[in-house]
C-alpha cells in the first residue's frame, strides 16, 4: 500500500477519534441522525470535486503550460499529484 493512502487512513481516524467524541460530548440539542445523515452526505463530495474539477483543471494547465514546464511542476508537486493520473 502506498505511503499516501497510509497517511490518509491514519489522518482519517484520528479526525474522527478527536472530532467525533468532541462533537458527541457537546450535547446540543441537535438531531444526532441529522449529523450522520449530514456527514454520510458529504462523504462521496470529495472523489466527485477531484474528477469534475482538479482532473479537467490539470488537463486546461498541461495545455497551457505544457506538462514540463517548472510552473506545472510545482503546482502538482502541492497536490500530491502521482505520477500516473491518467489512469
Do not use: C
Not at 449529523?35 to 479537467?56: D, H, I
Amino acid at each position: 500500500m502506498s505511503g499516501i493512502y497510509v497517511a490518509a487512513i491514519v489522518t482519517t481516524g484520528f479526525a474522527v477519534a478527536v472530532f467525533g467524541s468532541l462533537i458527541h460530548k457537546l450535547r446540543l440539542p441537535a438531531n444526532e441522525w441529522l449529523l450522520l445523515g449530514a456527514a454520510v452526505l458529504v462523504l462521496p463530495l470529495q472523489p466527485l470535486v477531484f474528477y469534475w474539477l482538479r482532473v479537467p483543471l490539470d488537463h486546461w494547465l498541461v495545455a497551457r503550460l505544457g506538462s514540463a514546464s517548472t510552473s506545472y511542476q510545482w503546482l502538482i508537486s502541492h497536490w500530491h499529484w502521482t505520477k500516473n493520473r491518467n489512469a
